[in-house]
């Protein structure tokens, strides 16, 4: 039987409290250098998009998550992570 | 909090009074091991500080150590090792920030930083490889970005960092002598904080480092922003110059508690604060959280009222945040409000000044039961064991790493990282060299002898460009000061270094004590780090790879010391034997000898022997060269009836590798015969195999090629296959 595939997409960013240099020049020295000055906040993040093949929805998920987890993809200390599944 | 019972007894007797919960904040952060060297600040009295070159001036968070022609060097080393062990990126980056702020403090631009790094077995423990992997990007990032050239450094692994790392940070810096900032303050002075905004990251950071590393105790996490950093020290230097500032601290381990009650006692001043005008990256930060936050890249100053004016103009032009938090007093106090409300007001002496400790000390009880000769070990083929020692992790090239740093940036790197010690060219005309070493594994058989090692070997690997010793610094790293075995390995290390640097007259300048690294499996072997400075008034010794027909000659002895080998305990998995000693006066007569060879300029090339012991070394010139070398050990100097593996491998200090040009042979041996120090010429370079024979033994056979693709590719496979 074919499994169907799922784009899985993992968003990477640093948890609350602690600063983001990143997003923090992005607002400061790029957006309200210019006339967006409504611009309040910018958290940057990192995104990577898996491709994978399983089940369903639910165990595509899972081995994701067990993957970010063992390979180090993230540190669990620093960042926060967050899975939305995009079917394809 | 981490007050003892001792301690709060002592704070209500001398204040007479219950402290406000910002007070005891204040306090523990100070009187943490960390901050305050309960532990080791009467101990530390031993090390010489004083010397021809070395500028003291109160308040200075980095030795100065004076060059000549009005220009002056500065130098600090720092570790960041428990946050390191929690988030290796981010730990290993803000340690390379705090460390180069402490060299901006002085009112002098660094220049070159240095790292060590240490790690558990990485061949197989795929944590370590993570952590060793992060700390390396998170350096050459921070570095890179700066703009300061990460010039050499060392990186070692053993078994005893497993689940932790040292990240030892080390920076130089250079300026002019009549623009170094003279601490000072008068009434009415101005107390400016600027650079990043105070956060919640990092609270309770110093405290952090000062309890041993359990799994789940991991609040204390910095996030580094090299940008910020950059702007602060063009911010600094042009208020220099501007004179704008009258005095100066970094803020690190404790935060604004440490920074403001030092630089209020060391001053002999007041300091009144107002915590509603810092600025905070979030809102709803409470007095006790804005006076220990360990945020980064944040620097204290005291400044003039007449000059706040340009300090603020200097600090919009560079996009720097700065508040005026308070302002100077005579009344000797540290005093922090929020709005009218009082939260602390503590004489700043007391808060400096935590009472120190006589800890107990007993020789360690391992010590006891270390083997002194490994009777159980098989016969080895030598030329296979060179190659496993040439890739093996402590001994490949460590190009990997050093590829990752800018060690070019600010063109003043003469002699580049990946031989010996590192040459910088300064604005003068001199050179100044330098170079970092550690070894635990003689440390752990032999703390004295083992420090006394690692002093040696930096002397020795900047002997090697030229330079003459002007300084050295010291990072004092070990487990817990409260277990008497500990304090003892820690005495026996500061004893052994403070001997050997009277001796030489080197003056230690700066360093740190780092307590209670210990990890899950417990405490860390002693890892005494030692970093020396060199000067050369001419050009230095640009190593100059052998070539056929050259003579390798080696100076000094060759003695029964396997002890803490690569060969004993990579090879043979034995920890034990004869820990390699220093004879002082040997050390010293060496060290002259090969500078006046350097300077009469009769070498092409010196190499000293260390890890792994001479073949190693001999090795590694043959790679440099590509070219092969044929010897006979039996010349070699060494102790009455040693076999050809301590002959070897055997890591004994003063010896150094002469490659010398065949029309200089004659005038080198009359040089060191008339010196009378024990040499030998060993055989020649030529052909593409390293032959090296005992009478007619042959003990090795080995195709340079071969050699040089296990050395250079040992530590690269294993990161880019595990």
């Not at chain 2, 007797?13 to 091991?33: C, F, M, V, Y």
């Not at chain 2, 630089?263 to 979030?282: F, M, Y």
Request: charged share 25%; proline share 4%; with cysteine.
């Amino acid at each position: 039987m074919n499994m169907p595939t799922y784009w899985v997409h993992v968003t990477i960013e640093n948890k609350s409290g602690i600063s983001d240099p990143e997003g923090e020049t992005i607002l400061n020295d790029l957006v309200l250098q210019g006339k967006f000055s409504s611009v309040s906040k910018i958290n940057s993040a990192k995104l990577l998009k898996f491709q994978i093949n399983e089940k369903n929805k639910k165990l595509a998920k899972k081995k994701i998550e067990r993957l970010c987890d063992e390979l180090r993809i993230f540190n669990p200390m620093v960042s926060k992570l967050s899975i939305n599944i995009i079917t394809d | 909090m981490s007050l003892s019972v001792q301690e709060s007894k002592h704070i209500t007797k001398k204040i007479g009074r219950d402290l406000s919960i910002t007070e005891r904040q204040i306090i523990a952060a100070e009187w943490s091991e960390h901050c305050s060297y309960k532990s080791s600040k009467k101990h530390l009295k031993i090390l010489p500080t004083t010397g021809r070159n070395v500028i003291n001036e109160k308040g200075y968070d980095s030795g100065v150590l004076d060059v000549g022609d009005g220009y002056v060097v500065t130098v600090h080393i720092e570790s960041h090792n428990h946050p390191s062990a929690v988030e290796p990126y981010g730990g290993a980056a803000t340690g390379v920030g705090g460390v180069i702020r402490d060299i901006l403090s002085t009112g002098t631009r660094p220049i070159a930083i240095f790292d060590g790094l240490r790690f558990g077995d990485i061949e197989n423990d795929t944590h370590a490889r993570w952590l060793f992997k992060n700390a390396v990007s998170g350096i050459a990032d921070y570095g890179n970005c700066l703009g300061i050239p990460t010039i050499g450094g060392e990186v070692e692994f053993d078994e005893c960092y497993k689940n932790y790392a040292l990240v030892d940070v080390a920076a130089i810096g250079f300026g002019k002598k009549d623009k170094l900032i003279k601490n000072h303050a008068n009434v009415g002075d101005l107390v400016v904080l600027i650079g990043g905004p105070t956060g919640r990251d990092g609270i309770g950071g110093s405290q952090f480092a000062s309890d041993s590393l359990e799994s789940e105790d991991r609040s204390a996490i910095q996030i580094p922003d090299p940008f910020i950093e950059k702007l602060i020290i063009e911010t600094i230097l042009e208020a220099r110059n501007e004179k704008c500032i009258n005095a100066m601290k970094d803020l690190g381990g404790g935060g604004l508690s440490c920074a403001v009650s030092e630089t209020a006692d060391s001053l002999g001043i007041g300091i009144e604060l107002d915590v509603d005008n810092i600025h905070t990256r979030e809102a709803g930060l409470s007095p006790d959280e804005i006076m220990i936050s360990e945020s980064q890249e944040r620097m204290l100053i005291i400044t003039e009222k007449k000059k706040l004016p340009k300090l603020n103009e200097i600090c919009n032009k560079f996009r720097v945040s700065c508040s005026l938090i308070g302002y100077v007093k005579n009344d000797k106090m540290m005093h922090v409000r929020k709005g009218e409300n009082t939260f602390a007001l503590l004489p700043a002496d007391f808060v400096a000044h935590a009472p120190l400790l006589d800890r107990k000390k007993t020789i360690p009880k391992y010590l006891r039961h270390l083997k002194k000769e490994n009777k159980n070990k098989k016969l080895l083929d030598y030329s296979k064991t060179i190659l496993k020692l040439l890739s093996s992790p402590n001994i490949a090239s460590k190009h990997w790493v050093f590829h990752q740093y800018d060690h070019e940036v600010g063109i003043r790197t003469v002699v580049k990282p990946g031989f010996d010690a590192s040459v910088l060219r300064l604005d003068n005309g001199k050179f100044l060299s330098a170079k970092i070493d550690g070894n635990p594994k003689h440390c752990y058989l032999n703390p004295r002898q083992g420090a006394i090692g690692c002093f040696e070997e930096a002397c020795r690997n900047i002997v090697c460009t030229g330079a003459n010793p002007i300084g050295m610094v010291d990072h004092l790293q070990f487990g817990n000061p409260e277990d008497p075995e500990i304090f003892w390995t820690f005495m026996e290390a500061l004893e052994g270094l403070s001997d050997f640097a009277k001796f030489l007259r080197v003056p230690c300048v700066g360093g740190k004590v780092s307590f209670y690294n210990e990890t899950p499996s417990g405490p860390i072997k002693p890892t005494p780090l030692i970093g020396v400075l060199g000067i050369i008034d001419k050009p230095p010794l640009v190593p100059v790879p052998p070539s056929n027909g050259d003579y390798l000659l080696i100076v000094g002895k060759t003695k029964d010391e396997l002890g803490g080998s690569e060969y004993f305990e990579y090879v043979h998995k034995f920890i034990g034997g004869n820990c390699p000693t220093v004879d002082f006066k040997t050390s010293k007569l060496n060290m002259i000898t090969v500078l006046s060879l350097i300077k009469n300029n009769l070498i092409k090339c010196v190499h000293d022997c260390s890890k792994g012991g001479f073949v190693i070394a001999l090795s590694e010139l043959s790679i440099n060269g590509n070219i092969g070398c044929s010897i006979d050990i039996e010349k070699i100097p060494s102790t009455k009836n040693l076999s050809h593996e301590k002959i070897l491998f055997s890591e004994s200090h003063s010896r150094y590798l002469l490659v010398v040009d065949g029309k200089n042979i004659t005038r080198v041996k009359q040089h060191l015969s008339k010196q009378k120090i024990l040499f030998g010429v060993l055989g020649k370079f030529s052909g593409d195999q390293i032959s090296i024979t005992h009478k007619s033994n042959n003990l090795v056979k080995s195709n340079v090629d071969v050699m040089r693709k296990r050395y250079f590719n040992g530590l690269e496979d294993l990161l880019k296959h595990g």
